[in-house]
């Protein structure tokens, strides 16, 4: 009888001490679309938020970058009883229904990478045309008098590598939805943007197969176009020995990327701001589950400027991005 009182008082006090330990705020999900560095300030942005905006924010990284993988995640993410969900759709169109069931239950905003056909509250992220258009614009600065340019990616389906394959090509050919394969005095070699399908071996290689087919070219500029795609192609450029002959233009801030840019070694970059995609996401999302619509603007789109960083302000921003996260 004392062995079972005694065990009950033990139940007791590890459910009193589990009690007290819970996070008891309310829950929201941020779920990016692959697992790149570049979400890790994503994520510090998010941690920020949460603690000024009293919400546990649950935040995940499929490992795989599919969007099967990012459904399981979600769904598990649902059964947590999260009161809103950011998400950076891989794949707008195929999930569209599948974002509609989630928005019937709880506010979706999209993030990074919209689907702006479904019932999401609110797009948070780059206007990727835009920026987009902005890397264009620095092939031009390499390329004056034309060349061949090359566009490396990680899916046809993500609607931000759309656009910001369409911004590339809409600046060099100077006019909007431009279509080729001839952009202005450019020309789009394979007519169509490289896929890696988030393969980081694979974007090296399709780097390396462009340097071999243009090998004999004079004028050639490789464009990377998610995060982890100039890092690959600047490797690609050093093996073929072709550094300071072909140009690189680049997207987005992994280390490599800046190391490259102070080195000369890429031209620039353009960078996004994921820090406030993180913050921005759950600053809304704790709005919302307390019924504040006062943060969605009317045409439910927040844009987060991009930048340009050169080798006259990498070493300053890279300064900057160590203090983001936290090293």
């Known amino acids: 009888m004392k062995l079972l009182r005694l065990a009950a008082l033990l139940t007791l006090a590890l459910t009193l001490a589990t009690g007290c330990t819970r996070d008891s705020r309310p829950r929201v999900g941020f779920v990016t679309n692959n697992a790149e560095e570049f979400w890790l300030i994503a994520e510090a942005g998010a941690k920020k938020a949460d603690q000024e905006f009293g919400?546990?924010?649950?935040?995940?990284?499929?490992?795989?970058?599919?969007?099967?993988q990012q459904k399981t995640i979600i769904d598990d993410l649902l059964t947590q009883k999260v009161q809103a969900i950011a998400i950076s759709v891989n794949n707008p169109k195929d999930q569209h229904d599948y974002l509609n069931s989630i928005a019937d239950k709880v506010p979706l905003i999209t993030q990074d990478n919209d689907a702006p056909d479904t019932k999401r509250v609110c797009y948070i992220g780059t206007d990727n045309y835009d920026a987009g258009k902005s890397a264009?614009?620095?092939?031009k600065e390499v390329l004056p008098n034309g060349g061949t340019v090359a566009i490396f990616v990680g899916v046809p389906d993500a609607l931000n590598a759309q656009q910001r394959t369409q911004g590339v090509l809409d600046a060099l050919a100077g006019r909007k939805d431009s279509r080729g394969p001839e952009y202005g005095k450019y020309k789009l070699h394979g007519g169509k943007p490289f896929y890696d399908y988030v393969k980081t071996d694979k974007a090296k290689q399709n780097a390396a197969d462009v340097l071999t087919a243009l090998q004999?070219?004079?004028?050639?500029?490789?464009?990377?176009?998610w995060a982890y795609n100039p890092p690959a192609i600047l490797?690609?450029?050093r093996q073929a020995g072709k550094l300071g002959k072909v140009k690189i233009v680049a997207f987005?801030?992994?280390?490599?990327?800046?190391k490259g840019i102070e080195d000369g070694e890429i031209h620039a970059t353009v960078v996004q701001q994921p820090y406030k995609f993180?913050?921005?996401s759950v600053k809304m999302m704790a709005h919302r589950i307390k019924g504040d619509r006062s943060l969605v603007p009317p045409n439910g789109i927040v844009y987060v400027p991009h930048?340009?960083?050169?080798?006259?302000n990498a070493a300053a921003f890279t300064s900057e991005l160590r203090q983001l996260r936290g090293k």
């Not at 919400?55 to 099967?68: E, I, K």
């Not at 264009?136 to 092939?139: D, S």
């Not at 930048?307 to 006259?312: C, F, K, P, T, V």
């Open 252 to 258: 987005d801030e992994m280390d490599d990327t800046l």
């Open 235 to 237: 490797s690609a450029v």
């Open 307 to 312: 930048r340009i960083i050169r080798r006259d």
């Open 55 to 68: 919400v546990n924010c649950l935040y995940r990284r499929p490992q795989a970058g599919t969007a099967d």
């Open 278 to 280: 993180g913050y921005e």
């Open 216 to 225: 004999n070219e004079e004028k050639v500029c490789l464009v990377g176009l």
């Open 136 to 139: 264009g614009n620095l092939v």
